[in-house]
């Protein structure tokens, strides 16, 4: 922290200081920061955060004291000196006016400048790859248009056509178990192409990385290790290269460490290992490879586009039926990895805090217009006695500017700050890493813009008001009677409305969010999560291949976890709802109209108990059991979604299904079970079409154990039964991912909750300064209309006269402003409409409570002034002249 | 001449210096007496060097950090600094003769 802060005051310094490089010897600038920070570190080594607090007032009071010297020649810089030094002067005689408007920018800067750095680490600055943006991504294309992973005999094929790439890599996960004594651990790896970390750019920190040899058919297996494993496995030994991996059913030789803080210790991989194919292994027809290329010289991603489609239709042609409608693309690596909802969140709170700011900003001018009006007279002095307007002007808008960098540098601070709190709430996975690490130069340089921009945009409407006002008037009013003036109160006015509706937008903006987000905790998700909990188990492909002795293993070892005291039901499931991965199977249904057409819907493989673990329910038919084994007739669960579009209002149950794939297997329909919310609560009200097989007759390696017990409490207890179970069966296997299927739920909801809870602490800040703004505003009018008031009440207005006739002028702005705001919310809602569930972006209701809320809000800051005028002595007015 | 400047003299009189180890200097022979801030110093630096008092030297020990800039008094400098330093031996024989300072002269061990 306290390292940081002085990076970041030597960073300043080192700007601020270059701005007066005629200042030192030439070309000693570096020289001279470097001895400011030595400066720094001596005062925390002897201080500590005091030190450091005196070593920046001692040499901050001397650089601007030495900035502020007029020095020996320059003219132009005097003056803008000059006006500096009065500003000073000026802001130090009134410092409730100087702190209110520095801490509104310190907070409203700092704010925007750290949403600006993750901007701008998301969406502009480079990868942190070569050369970034020649790499593309290559995705085969689905029938239906989505962009789908790639399978191994495509990307073979792809490999040995393809012109239009000078490199070309694909990429697997998996999971493998490290043995080194102790519980085996799941690492996660990746088996990449020999090429991949080539065309990727990166080489190895300690050792190599692939060479061709290495993804020979019967080469050794060499594997490449993340950083972060040497640092936590291996305690940094060079000694690592070499070193043999036991993994559960094969070993590796370690040959190569990646480089530290490179792009690869950002993704969760541990473990590097070639990706190999013998050709008669390579599949066409399951797709799960991700695809990576880099372009050759001279080639354009549109080239490279029209390329891989012409390749694909002629592979398509070759292989027939299988890949019916399927096609190739290319995309800029960039595109895919920024995921879309994530731009749209920078985007929106990108908004939301320029809208919090400009808020801040319309308070400010409010301020300064009402200083400006006290300060008439002594404006009125100055052009008497000869300054001209333009000097006036000037002055006036180097007070706001100073105000504003002022801000701005304390922003500096607040933004570091604010930074380091999104971090932790900003739900993992959503932004990668360095979008979140510091504010760099391109920050510092956005608060500086911001500074200027901010201090003109308050600073100049005052500042020509100000140098406009009659001398003559002014000085004979004493002051006073020009304050009155018609042109500032329109102004003030306008500024009000203008904040008013700035305000409206948020508060809008925040309600829509919040309702959606209370419609989207109330869903029923179709299945209860009430006590169950759940694990992962990847059972290595070495030692069950293809699935064999799956089903056996796990039917001992649900049957042993049943045997715990406290477990109601067990299961095992492909993927469970709310998480996980989601397979595509191709099929047909006997007997319907369309039972020669191929369709697609999701399938998961189950084991006995699965409806009955979960608290789902069956609208008709049996569930899948234990008694589906291999021997038995193959059978298939469907889910309502299936039913109603693949058979319509005929009985489900009793028919058969069609899975396509190598060879064709007949499945019988066994029951309908209810829809349930399979990807989260989100998930559009008609469900997805769904299908679930015995696991004993289509095994699969990588299931997820789901254990119910009475409540989330027993769950927990039983946990380490249940691990000791796994462990009797297969002492070697990793048990990943240990969770509560409620912890789940509140998981999938992260998101959400972050969205709605900074954008309305958002709403509420512009708001509080909204208020804020009129009631400063309301003050200033029924200041400048005491004299008004004090005649109507002599002449007999009742003090409830003027409450009505104060307040109403005050709401006949606010309710302007609603008006404005109001608009458009309604336009500027359809940024967030894909955010919100069961809600439309002009949901009138919402819209009416913000409404209400903001007006209620206005309501009371210009009845407080109001009840200041009614309770005037009108005697005491009128002597006041 | 400002005592900052004949500090930087006073430090720079024996050895050759880079900025940071003139500011340790001069707060070493004062106790902490007089601390010079780097804008001060650096400002300092420059007025030198345009009169011809210090010079910048091109080479520099070669274990150091490449970017430190090593400075160095001239003749000029040397004469300023000790025509100072008699002004203000001139001025303490002053002071001494009215008696606002002990006759004894203290030699410091």
């Known amino acids: 922290m306290i390292a940081g802060a002085a990076r970041l005051a030597g960073a300043i310094f080192r700007r601020v200081t270059a701005l007066a490089s ?80 520095v801490a509104t920018l310190a907070l409203g800067i700092g704010i925007n400048t750290a949403i600006f750095s993750v901007v701008d680490a998301l969406l502009f600055k480079a990868l942190p790859y070569a050369d970034p943006d020649r790499l593309v991504r290559i995705t085969e294309v689905h029938p239906s248009g989505n962009r789908n992973t790639v399978a191994p005999a495509n990307f073979l094929d792809w490999q040995r056509m393809a012109r239009s790439f000078s490199a070309i890599a694909a990429r697997q ?33 300690v050792g190599r990385t692939f060479q061709p040899a290495d993804g020979d058919l019967n080469a050794p297996c060499a594997a490449v290790i993340s950083h972060r494993l040497w640092n936590r496995r291996f305690a940094r030994d060079p ?119 400009l808020v801040g900003c319309v308070n400010i001018a409010g301020l300064a217009l009402s200083r400006t009006i006290a300060r008439q007279r002594e404006v009125a002095v100055r052009v008497a006695l000869g300054a001209g307007r333009w000097r006036v002007f000037r002055a006036l808008v180097v007070e706001s500017l100073l105000l504003a960098v002022t801000g701005a540098g304390l922003g500096i601070f607040v933004g570091q700050w604010a930074l380091v709190v999104f971090a932790s709430y900003v739900p993992p996975g959503t932004l990668p890493a360095e979008a979140l690490a510091s504010l760099d130069s391109r920050a510092l340089t956005f608060t500086v813009a911001l500074a200027i921009a901010t201090g003109l945009l308050f600073g100049t409407v005052p500042a020509w008001q100000g140098a406009r006002g009659g001398v003559n008037s002014a000085l004979r009013s004493g002051g006073r009677g020009a304050s009155g003036s018609r042109m500032s109160a329109r102004l003030h006015s306008l500024l009000l409305v203008t904040e008013v509706a700035l305000a409206m937008v948020l508060v809008a903006g925040a309600a829509l969010l919040v309702v959606s ?61 709310l998480g996980g991965w989601l397979y595509g199977q191709q099929f047909r249904v006997e007997g319907t109209a369309t039972e020669k057409v191929w369709n697609s819907a999701h399938i998961q493989h189950v ?167 009129v009631y400063a505003v309301r003050s200033q009018a029924v200041h400048a209309r005491q004299r008004e008031v004090g005649i109507r009440m002599a002449l007999g207005a009742t003090p409830r006269d003027v409450l009505t006739m104060t307040v109403g002028q005050g709401l006949r702005l606010v309710a302007l402003g609603l008006a404005i705001g109001l608009g458009a919310a309604v336009v500027l809602a359809r940024v967030i409409e894909p955010w919100l569930f069961n809600t439309r972006a002009a949901d009138p209701a919402m819209l009416a409570a913000a409404t209400v809320a903001l007006g209620a809000a206005g309501l009371l800051a210009s009845w407080l002034p109001a009840r200041r005028a009614a309770r005037l002595d009108p005697l005491t007015t009128l002597r006041a002249d | 001449m400002s005592p900052q400047v004949f500090h930087i003299l006073l430090a720079l009189s024996d050895q050759d210096l880079h900025g940071y180890a003139i500011i340790q200097d001069v707060a070493a022979r004062t106790a902490g007496g007089v601390r010079l801030t780097a804008s001060t110093l650096y400002a300092a630096l420059k007025r030198l060097l345009d009169d011809g008092w210090i010079r910048e030297l091109a080479a520099r020990p070669d274990a150091d950090d490449p970017r430190r800039r090593y400075y160095r008094i001239t003749a000029a400098g040397r004469a300023a600094g000790r025509a100072e330093a008699e002004r203000l031996a001139q001025l303490a024989e002053m002071a001494r003769a009215k008696r606002w300072l002990p006759k004894a002269r203290r030699t410091r061990s």
């Open chain 1, 607 to 773: 084991t006995g108990e699965y409806v009955a673990t979960l608290g789902m329910s069956l609208r008709e038919g049996r569930a899948i059991d234990d008694s589906d084994t291999a021997a038995a007739p193959g059978v298939v669960m469907i889910n309502e979604t299936f039913a109603r579009r693949f058979i319509g209002d005929q009985p489900a149950v009793g028919r058969t299904i069609v899975i396509g794939g190598a060879t064709e297997t007949r499945l019988q329909i066994v029951g309908v079970m209810r829809d349930v919310k399979t990807g989260g609560l989100g998930d559009p009200p008609l469900a997805t079409p769904e299908m679930y097989v015995s696991h004993q007759q289509a095994p699969m390696p990588i299931l997820v154990l789901a254990i119910k017990a009475r409540d989330d409490a027993a769950a927990t207890r039983i946990l380490p039964d249940v691990r000791a179970a796994i462990h009797a069966v297969d002492r070697e296997l990793p048990i990943g991912n240990q969770v509560l299927m409620s912890d789940l739920i509140g998981t999938s909801l992260t998101l959400q909750r972050f969205q709605t809870s900074i954008v309305s602490a958002f709403a509420v800040l512009a708001g509080l300064l909204a208020c804020i703004g």
């Open chain 1, 22 to 101: 005629d200042r030192w010897p030439p070309g000693a600038g570096a020289d001279l920061a470097d001895t400011f920070d030595s400066l720094q570190r001596d005062a925390i080594a002897r201080r500590g955060w005091r030190g450091l607090l005196a070593c920046w007032y001692r040499e901050g009071v001397s650089l601007l004291a030495l900035l502020l010297r007029t020095p020996r020649k320059a003219a132009p810089m005097g003056f803008f000196a000059h006006d500096l030094r009065d500003a000073w002067r000026g802001l130090i005689r009134t410092p409730g006016y100087t702190l209110l408007v």
């Open chain 1, 239 to 357: 000694a690592v290269v070499g070193a043999t991996l036991h993994f559960s059913g094969f070993t590796c030789t370690v040959i190569g460490v990646l480089p530290e803080a490179s792009v690869f210790d950002r993704v969760l991989s541990d473990v590097y290992t070639p990706l190999v194919y013998a050709p008669a292994e390579a599949t066409r027809l399951s797709h799960f490879l991700g695809v990576t290329a880099r372009l050759a010289p001279g080639v354009t991603v549109e080239q490279a586009r029209a390329e891989m489609k012409s390749i694909a239709d002629r592979i398509n042609e070759e292989n027939g039926e299988v890949l019916r409608g399927w096609s190739a693309t290319v995309d800029p690596f960039r595109d895919l990895m920024v995921r879309a909802d994530s731009k749209r969140l920078v985007w929106v709170l990108f908004g939301a805090v320029g809208l919090v700011l």
């Open chain 1, 173 to 205: 996960n998996a999971s493998f178990a490290l043995l080194d004594g102790g519980d085996p651990i799941e690492l996660i790896a990746a088996r990449v192409s020999v090429g991949y970390f080539d065309m990727v750019g990166t080489s190895a920190a």
């Open chain 1, 517 to 577: 987000f209370l419609r989207l905790t109330r869903v029923d998700p179709g299945f209860d999560p009430n006590g169950v909990v759940t694990m992962r188990l990847s059972l290595p492909q070495t030692r069950y291949k293809d699935g064999i002795g799956a089903p056996a293993f796990y039917n001992d070892v649900l049957a042993r976890i049943r045997r715990i005291p406290g477990v109601e039901h067990a299961t095992a499931v492909t993927s469970l709802p």
